[in-house]
């Protein structure tokens, strides 16, 4: 049972726009910590999508935005590609348990 | 450009230990907070522990599941990070990842640890 909650899977049609959201309570995003979120290919090490809840490091195209409002954020994917085809982890800071948690994943799958 | 690179993976019987090291380049490693994490197969990401840099006390923070078994040290003369582990359980086996941190971690490509008799 993961810290973060994630839906584990999500799909869509090349060109549509898909969100995956993630759901944390009052010691992780409710306590102001920002999220973060990764995308793993199969098979290779996870990559920074999103970092301080809605900015992109250099390099992410901006088809990939956050946000984040009280204990929940969202990770939108706009005009969905085939290489977009991942798992999706959300991540952030906790008080109470272990200095980082996780969503335990989301899968997309492009249709 | 930043680079991560975890070493001193392996096969281990349960019970056994086993040292792995992240040498870092393409960053000023002594400045920053570094952790691990790991993934079993099949499973999500998992952090299991970080250290601070010397400069803001370079003491050390563990996940539950692996304190008191798992100590994370690192030389910034040579710009390495370790992670020492002892008591290695079945549980344990997972691709064991090198992250840097700040506000927009950097992750290594990982290294296989299988505990298996």
């Known amino acids: 049972q993961s810290v973060l909650t994630q839906p584990p899977s999500v799909s869509g049609a090349p060109g549509e726009r898909v969100t995956i959201s993630c759901t944390g309570g009052?010691?992780?995003?409710?306590?102001?910590?920002?999220v973060r979120w990764y995308q793993q290919l199969p098979g290779t090490a996870p990559k920074l999508l999103i970092y301080?809840?809605?900015n992109r490091p250099s390099g992410v195209p901006d088809r990939f935005s956050g946000s984040k409002s009280g204990t929940s954020a969202s990770l939108a994917i706009t005009g969905l590609q085939a290489e977009d085809e991942a798992d999706y982890y959300c991540q952030s800071d906790d008080n109470n348990l272990s200095v980082w948690v996780f969503g335990g994943g989301t899968k997309l799958t492009v249709l | 450009e930043v680079q991560l690179v975890e070493s001193g993976g392996g096969l281990v019987k349960p019970g056994g230990s086993l040292r792995l090291s992240c040498a870092a380049s393409?960053?000023?490693?002594?400045?920053?907070?570094m952790s691990w994490g790991r993934q079993g197969p099949g499973k999500g990401l998992e952090w299991v522990g970080r250290?601070?840099?010397?400069?803001?006390?370079?003491?050390?923070d563990y996940a539950a599941p692996v304190k008191g078994r798992f100590t994370i040290l690192r030389d910034d003369s040579k710009n390495t990070l370790y992670l020492q582990m002892s008591g290695l359980r079945i549980e344990d086996t997972a691709v064991y990842y090198c992250?840097?941190?700040?506000?927009?971690?950097?992750w290594g490509q990982g290294t296989l640890v299988t505990v298996s008799s």
């Open positions: 009052s010691s992780n995003l409710g306590a102001g910590y920002d």
């Open positions: 393409g960053f000023t490693f002594s400045s920053v907070w």
């Open positions: 250290i601070k840099s010397k400069t803001d006390g370079g003491t050390t």
């Open positions: 301080g809840n809605s």
């Open positions: 992250i840097k941190g700040g506000a927009a971690p950097h």
